[in-house]
């Protein structure tokens, strides 16, 4: 079994019964989430991709509650070290980090990075997340960039979590190009509709993908897929 559970804006926790994967936790300062009990959240793992507040708002509170190991950069790893956290494995481009449940490649992401006290947050990441034996490819806050190339040469994603806001991401024209870069046609949308800058159209979203032969999956907040 391999669960994805969408928690609002870009958090996802992946669940395979014996690990569960928590990303970008961004909850209890999404109204669109507010059905979501952050407390009762018990990940094994808790992913960032970068340190704007939209993707670590709760980190600290959930890693506490479930003491999660956080996965993310070095820089964002010092921050939460300085918060208390002490479960903590970063690394950089490049690094393909091994657990039981199989690997995360840290990969890159166009976009920015500052802590939510404005300190510095390093370079913002994606994440290729191999786990029972499949291959999820987790953008992050990303820009289209060639660099997506990549990812099925690092292995060949079953579903990708794409940005499709606009404004501070990719929109939904650049995620379907995104999409056939990366090889994988279905899509899970994400970082859209959170604030008034980023609200999309659904059913327009959807046809697009459908008429380039792609699935694009807009899962209510709380609804889960699997795979
Ligand atoms: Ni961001
Ligand atoms: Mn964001």
Redesign the pocket.
Known sequence: MLKIQYLGHSCFMIDTGTHRLLLDPFISGNPLAEAIDVKALMPHYILVS?G?A??IADCVDIAHQSNAKVICNFEVGEWLRKHGITQIHSGNYGGKLLYDFGFVKIVNAV???IMPDETYGGN?VGFLINIAGKNIYYAG?TGLTMDMKLIPMWGKPDVALLPIGNT?TMDVDDAIIASNFIECNQIIGMHYDTFPPIKINHEEAKQKFTDAGKKLNLLWVGESMEL
């Open positions: 970068h704007h939209d993707h976009h920015s990075s913002p806050d501070f």
